[in-house]
C-alpha cells in the first residue's frame, strides 16, 4: 500500500509502524516533493483500470496491487520557478501522477484526495451536518459590516477563520483562534473579506471525535476557565475517553458518507446539558497526540482499514 506524506509525519510513521509490524508491505513517498526527480511513473490505462509502476528511489509499486492509500499530508506541487515551462510541468505532475493514483482499481482510499478537498469548505461542511441531524450553532458568513454587527448584537457572537491556512506575525508562524467580538469591535475592515461568525454556544467542554471507518472515538477536552478555543492551550488541557451518543454516531457516519470519506476529526462543543453542538470537521485531522492523552486506539484502527478494509 501507499502511504502519500510529507518527509516529516509523525502520525503517519505511527500508521507504517503497525503496518510493519503486521509484515504489510508499505511504500511511503511524497509526491509533490519525490515527482519528478526520485520517482517515476510508468501507467497504461486498460478494460479493467490503471496498470504499471511507481518507482521510488529503489523501490517499485506495481500500480494494479496497490490496495490502499493513505492521503495523509503530501506537499503540494510547487513549480521549480516562475518561468512559464516550470509552472506547466508542476500542473502536469499534479493531474498526472494525481489522476492515476486518484484512479486505483479496487484501492481503499483514506480518504480520496478529490473528497478532502471537497470536504474541507466549512459552507458545505455546516450544511452537511445540519443535514445529517448535527445541531449546528447560527451562522453568518459574510463581508458586510453592517450584517456582521446585526448578527453579533442579535445574540453572543464568534468569529473564526473559514481556513487554518499559514499565518505569520513578524515572520514566525501564527494561529488564528476562534475568538468573542463585540458589535462594536467590528470594522470596515470586514468588507475586504469573507468572515465567518457565529453564535457562541454556552458549553462546559468540547469533544474531538474521530471516526475511522465506521469506529467513532470521542475524547472530552476541557481547557481553562474563558478558553474558547482550546487549540491555543495545548499545555493546560485535560483529557478523557467519552463515548459518543449513538444519534450522534449515526450523524457522523452520514456526514462522512456525502462527502465520500472514511475518516474525519470532528470538533464539537457540548454544553452542561450534554449537548453536542457540531463546529467543524478536518476531513485529515491530527489524531496522535489524542491517542496518547486519551488512550484511543486510533492507529490499529487505521491499520485494520488499510490492511483489510474494515476496522475491528
Known sequence: MLVSTEAEDPTADLVIAELNRRRVPVLRFDPGR?????????????????????????????LSRIRALYHRRPNPYTPQSEYQADRFAAQENRRGLNGVLGALPGCLYLSHPQAIARAEYKPAQLFVASRSGLPVPATLITNNPAEAKLFAAAHPTIYKPLHAGAYHVDGEPAGIWAAPVEPGEITGAVGNCAHLFQAQVPKSGDVRAVVVGEQVF?????????????????????????????????????????????????????????EWWFLECNPNGQWAWLEHAAGLPITSAIADLLENGVTR
Open 218 to 274: 470521542c475524547a472530552l477536552i476541557t481547557a481553562p476557565p474563558g478558553v474558547i478555543d482550546w487549540r491555543s492551550q495545548y499545555r493546560n488541557l485535560a483529557y478523557e475517553p467519552v463515548d459518543c451518543p449513538e444519534p450522534v454516531r449515526a450523524a457522523l457516519l452520514r456526514f462522512l458518507g456525502e462527502f465520500g470519506l472514511c475518516f474525519g476529526a470532528f470538533d464539537f462543543a457540548v454544553t452542561p446539558g450534554s
Open 34 to 62: 519525490d515527482f519528478p526527480t526520485r520517482a517515476t511513473l510508468a501507467a497504461s490505462v486498460t478494460a479493467d483500470g490503471w496498470s504499471g509502476r511507481l518507482t521510488v528511489g529503489k523501490r517499485v509499486a506495481d
